[in-house]
Structure formats: C-alpha cells, structure tokens
C-alpha cells in the first residue's frame, strides 16, 4: 500500500478486509504485528495483538456468527497523525444495526495500530462521509456499500444476548472487563470464539444449562479456550443473580467443579464468591525461571527469597514470582513475543507476579499473552492459585484471609478477597463484586 494517502489505506481496509469483501487481502493493508485496542485511545483498553492472517481469520469468525451483513464506510478523517472512520454494519436477517468508529496509526503504508469504539455513534447520527486522499476530488462524498453473503453460522437472527460486567469493583471504570453470555445454548466453539473476539474483553463467559441443576460453562478468550478464569465467574455470577436472584450455584467448567455463592454487600452492590478446585503448586524449572525473567526483563535479583518462584493451580497454571520491591513490580515492560511463546509452550494462563506489603495484603499483576491482551486488571484464578502457593509453602497462618490489590498500576484498580481454608485438600475461595457496563445483542 506504498504511495496511498493514510486515509486510502484505512478506507481500502474498510471496504475491502473489513468489511468481508476479502478478508485475505489483510496483508495489503496491516503490518506484520498490528495492536489493536479495544478501546478509545487514551484508555487502559485491553491490548489483542494481531497479525494479517490472523485477522483475516477473525473477520470470518465474525461473518460465520453474525453475517452476512451489509457494510457501509460513513466517514474517513485525517488529524493529529491519525485516521479516524466510522462505518455502518446491518445485518440482512433483520435486527438492529450498529455504527462503530475505530482510529488508526499507519506506518509505511501500512496499519500498525488501531482502537475500536463499539457503537459510538448512533445510526441516525451517523456522519457523511468525507473525501480523503489528494485524488479523493472536490465536493466528492461518496459512502461504499458492501453487502456480505455468508451462508451457515453457528445462530440465526439476532444471536445471543451479550452481557458486559467488570469484576473485582463497585466501579465500570475499575475492575477486569468480562463478556456474559448467560444462555449459550446452540453456540458451539467457534460461535463462542467469534463472540468473544467481537467483545474483545480478556475473556467472555458462555453460559448453558446442565444436568442437576448446574451450568456448563465455558470461557473465551478473543484468541483461544481456557480452562477457568476467575474474573468472568465472578461477573457472570452476578449477571445471573441480577435476573434469577442471590444463592449457590455449580460451574462445570474444564477445570472441574465450581461452587459459587451470590448476595449482597451492606452498600447493596452485587458480589460473588468461587471455591476454586483444589490447588497444586510444582516446582519451576530453573531453565523455566531463566526464560521468564529474560522476558520480563528480571534478574534474579528482582525476586523476593521469602516467596520462591513456584508454578501455582487453581483451575489454570501460574508462574508466581515475588518481586522484592513495590518499584519493581510497577515497572513493568516484557517481551510480548518471548513471553507469549514461553506461556504457550507451559501451557500457563497468565504470569501472577506479586508484592507482599504485609502479611495479608499482596499487590499483583498479571501480564496475559496468550490472551491477547498485555496485562489483566484482575486476575481471580491467579488469586485462588496464589492462596494455594501460600498454603501449601507454610508462608501464611492458617487459615487466613487477604487482600489482593490489582490494576492499579494500569488505571483500573481491582480488589480480589481471598479465603484460604487451613485444610490442603480443600478449594480457595476468592470474592469480588461486579457491576453491569451495559449489554448488547
């Protein structure tokens, strides 16, 4: 895409990959490694890092479970080193459509980095579209309609009803953002994975009724299945108890059962309480240990001799590393690439690195590669697997509880409580409120 104008080069985006005209023609418009955003810039939105191929594949994802759609480019704007548009999508088997704006850097003539804004601008407000480009011509306002033919998908009409919560605050502002989808039925995984890349939160819970009275549930992130998280059971709980009512209920998860307790806080916001399966913590292999604090940019020196590194489970494996200082721990800035291959080759689900300000107060955070995004605000698993490391090394009182402190260091704070039964063979258990961001279907 050498030689285009900024604009051309996010309008031929739009209209030709976007839009799923031809979603293999991503490689002509994005660079090798693109960060997208999921949120206004500015904000501490969650990070997917993408390639060509992979967001080709992801536009497919998106037309299998929502398509086929008509697409419209609205408006295309140059300012401050940036492009900004705004496009029009409308589904054919009828349902309310939605105008979504995205910013743009573009380098080398080709898309670096982006940010999404889901439904900024509504259909009846939506701008005209402006000329860009210097052979874009005088006067000329001309929007592209692209209808998009896809036959199949995993649901028809309007799909399912996605709920958006963030867990571990009273505030949408903090908090770990989560998708919902309370009832799943008919999804299968890869509708699954095309709704939660379309959410683009770190995971998005899905929902279904199972035998006994329990739920099978399944969790998504915007690039792959895990096993358990923590966040999205806290905020998928709730959701459930906003519309059926406080009390306990059975997750049946790939990680095994697990109970959750809803009620009310004194203040009336809603929270919920999982008892994670029981821990396990193993030994880190120093080869292991090497790579991590390679990637991270830590030396051996950097860790905490009072909290040795362990792999630590509670429904997925975390590496914890102590830092030895409060400083350490808020500078923050690893190897993506390096650190995403390692997890993958672990099989870990995120990197829990900690700061023990007292005996019971812990500040943490989790860099979450192969979740798409750079760092999780709130990561409950880690929790319940932190609790289980302290318990099973001797290196808290029993029983106890205590505070974890997350976010904070990326603007969205969090607060994680976590229970810790003096019995080895019994769960975690981890508490958080949740509160409701909006929904859409």
């Not at 979603?23 to 969650?46: D, N, Y």
């Not at 299968?188 to 709704?195: P, R, S, T």
């Not at 409060?326 to 500078?331: E, G, I, K």
């Amino acid at each position: 895409m050498t030689g285009l104008a900024d604009a051309d080069v996010v309008r031929g985006f739009l209209s030709q990959v976007r839009s799923g005209r031809d979603p293999s023609r991503a490689a002509e418009f994005l660079a090798p490694r693109v960060l997208a955003h999921q949120g206004a810039p500015g904000t501490s939105a969650p990070v997917v890092p993408r390639t060509p191929a992979g967001y080709a594949e992801h536009v497919r994802e998106m037309l299998a479970a929502e398509g086929p759609w008509r697409f419209e480019v609205l408006a295309v704007e140059t300012a401050a080193g940036a492009v900004t548009a705004c496009w029009r999508q409308d589904p054919l088997r009828g349902g309310g459509g939605r105008c979504d704006r995205g910013t743009y850097r573009v380098r080398d003539g080709l898309i670096a980095e982006y940010w999404i804004e889901p439904g900024v601008v509504a259909p009846g407000d939506a701008p005209q579209p402006a000329p860009t480009g210097q052979d874009a011509g005088a006067g000329r306002r001309e929007a592209e309609d692209v209808d998009v033919a896809v036959t199949g998908g995993n649901r028809a009409g309007r799909g399912p009803e996605v709920l958006r919560y963030t867990a571990f605050s009273t505030d949408p502002a903090g908090g770990n953002q989560a998708g919902v989808v309370l009832d799943a039925t008919g999804l299968d995984a890869a509708g699954m994975l095309a709704v939660a890349a379309e959410v683009g939160f770190s995971e998005t819970a899905f929902l279904s009724p199972g035998g006994g009275g329990g739920l099978d549930v399944r969790y998504f992130s915007p690039l792959a299945e895990v096993s358990f998280c923590g966040h999205a059971t806290i905020a998928s709980a709730v959701a459930h108890a906003e519309r059926h009512g406080p009390g306990r209920l059975i997750y049946r998860t790939a990680a095994g059962e697990v109970g959750v307790l809803t009620d009310r806080a004194a203040d009336g916001s809603w929270r919920a309480t999982l008892t994670s399966v029981p821990p396990a913590t193993r030994e880190l292999p120093e080869a292991d240990l090497r790579a991590l604090l390679e990637a991270l940019g830590w030396s051996a020196a950097d860790l905490d001799p009072a909290l040795p590194p362990r792999a630590a489970y509670a429904g997925a494996w975390h590496p914890v590393l102590a830092a030895r200082s409060r400083q350490r721990l808020a500078a923050l800035d690893y190897d993506l690439a390096a650190l995403g291959a390692l997890m993958a080759a672990r099989g870990w689900t995120t990197v829990d690195l900690v700061w023990r300000e007292d005996a019971t107060t812990f500040h943490a955070r989790n860099p979450f590669p192969p979740g798409g995004v750079v760092e999780d605000p709130a990561t409950g698993a880690a929790a319940a697997a932190l609790g289980g490391y302290l318990r099973e090394g001797g290196h808290v009182a029993l029983p106890a509880r205590l505070t974890v402190l997350q976010g904070h260091d990326m603007g969205r704070p969090s607060t994680l409580h976590v229970g810790i039964p003096a019995d080895p063979a019994t769960g975690i258990a981890v508490t958080g409120s949740a509160v409701a961001m909006g929904a859409t279907a």
